[in-house]
């Protein structure tokens, strides 16, 4: 059975930093890319980072680029983290987990796997 499920959301002010875990099982996570994505109320899901199945290749959205970083550890723990620094009021939303085989991608569609979600409020 896959599971993903997301931890470390919660309320933060702005400037803040978060970091977020992913907990991966029921499949074989050193052959999946991953992805962080989120969804504000009133938006739609949206795409925030990705990491190859090597973590080598990693890709962000514009939006978070140079304050948010990918990481994951294929070695000791099927886990995939996203560091969150500098964070701003428009960062809230449900931050989810996925998993897809290939490359990695942009796309939400293209993932198969998801986790239910963590909340992630940035307010003063």
């Known amino acids: 059975q896959v599971q993903l499920v997301e931890s470390g959301g919660g309320l933060v002010q702005p400037g803040g930093s978060l970091r977020l875990s992913c907990a991966a099982s029921?499949?074989?996570?050193?052959?999946?890319?991953m992805g962080w994505f989120r969804q504000a109320p009133g938006k739609e899901r949206e795409f925030v980072a990705a990491?190859?199945?090597?973590?080598?290749?990693?890709?962000y959205a514009d939006s978070v680029k140079g304050r948010f970083t990918i990481s994951r550890d294929n070695a000791k723990n099927t886990v995939v983290d996203l560091q969150m620094n500098s964070l701003k009021p428009e960062d809230t939303a449900v931050y989810y987990c996925a998993a897809r085989t290939g490359d990695w991608g942009p796309s939400s569609a293209e993932y198969g796997y998801w986790g239910q979600g963590t909340q992630v409020t940035v307010s003063s």
């Open positions: 990491i190859g199945w090597g973590g080598r290749n990693t890709a």
């Open positions: 029921g499949f074989t996570f050193s052959r999946y890319a």
